[in-house]
Every structure is written in C-alpha cells, then in structure tokens.
C-alpha cells in the first residue's frame, strides 16, 4: 500500500468533505475522487449528481414549471456582450 502526504489545510479539508459525504475514512474519499479523475476511460458523470445536485435541478425545474423567469439564447447572448463590453472598458481606463 502507498501512501501520499496531505498538507494540514488540504488534509481538513479533504476530511470535512470525506464526512459529509459519508465516507469511513480521508483515505476512502481520496481514493474515491482520485479513481474518478484518473478513469479517463468512462464518460459516466453519475458520481457528479449528489442528491443535493439533484435537489437543486429540482427545485429549478419547479420554479420553470410555475411559471419563473427563463431566458432565450438570445438573452444571454445580450447579456454576455453587455458584460463583456463593459469590462473591456473598464480594462481600458
């Protein structure tokens, strides 16, 4: 068995995540995250949706289907330039 070294900040926080995430150990979680970013070969994006994931979308898809504010491609198109324009000025002075 190999082991790596944590810095401490890196180390708490990889051990707050493990237990929010119900894992046993920092080990199982590290484990866990590393299988899944060196797993070039799957494009599975299941471990992406955490159930507070999917309690967001949702709480999204409800809000659409009473009516909420959507937005046209369009209007985010208009959106972005405005943003973009506004911070390429501001780059300028």
Do not use: C
């Not at 937005?71 to 780059?91: A, D, P």
């Amino acid at each position: 068995m190999h082991e790596i070294q944590l810095d401490e900040r890196i180390f708490q926080e990889a051990q707050r995540r493990a237990t929010a995430a119900g894992f046993s150990s920092v080990d199982a979680y590290v484990a866990d995250v590393l299988s899944h970013d060196l797993d070039e070969t799957t494009d599975n994006l299941d471990h992406l949706f955490t159930p507070e994931v999917i309690a967001e979308l949702d709480q999204i898809s409800a809000e659409i289907d009473a009516g909420g504010k959507t937005y046209s491609i369009e209007e985010v198109r208009e959106h972005f330039e405005k943003k973009r324009t506004e911070w390429l000025k501001n780059q300028a002075s």
